[in-house]
């Protein structure tokens, strides 16, 4: 079992930084990839956003691309999302995830508002 916090989201106005941190606890040794998705007001389906495979190399969705970076310790406890040049359209709440043991495990997601 694997327990995931976040933190950092809240308001900032468009063009502003954020950075989303997500500790790991519990059966952390064997953690594959870690990342976060995002779900949009009003949308069913959550969104990939970035993600960290186990090997280091990172995946970002092309609508984040060259704004969003993701990041990790070497120990696979924490996995951060650094947000700049914030738009509107990035308003969601933000999920991070790891995969272990073939399974996925969720944080409780934090909100991130950007204002126009």
């Known amino acids: 079992q694997v327990q995931l916090v976040e933190s950092g989201g809240g308001l900032v106005q468009a063009g502003g930084s954020l950075r989303l941190s997500c500790a790991a606890s519990?059966?952390?040794?064997?953690?594959?990839?870690m990342g976060w998705f995002r779900q949009a007001p009003g949308k069913l389906q959550r969104e990939l956003v970035a993600?960290?495979?186990?090997?280091?190399?990172?995946n970002h969705a092309d609508s984040v691309k060259g704004r969003f970076a993701v990041s990790r310790d070497n120990a696979k406890t924490t996995v951060d999302l650094q947000m700049n040049s914030l738009e509107p359209e990035d308003t969601a709440v933000y999920y991070c995830y790891v995969k272990y043991s073939g399974r996925l495990y969720w944080g409780q997601g934090t909100q991130v508002t950007v204002s126009s």
């Open positions: 519990g059966s952390t040794f064997g953690i594959d990839t």
């Open positions: 993600r960290i495979l186990s090997g280091g190399s990172t």
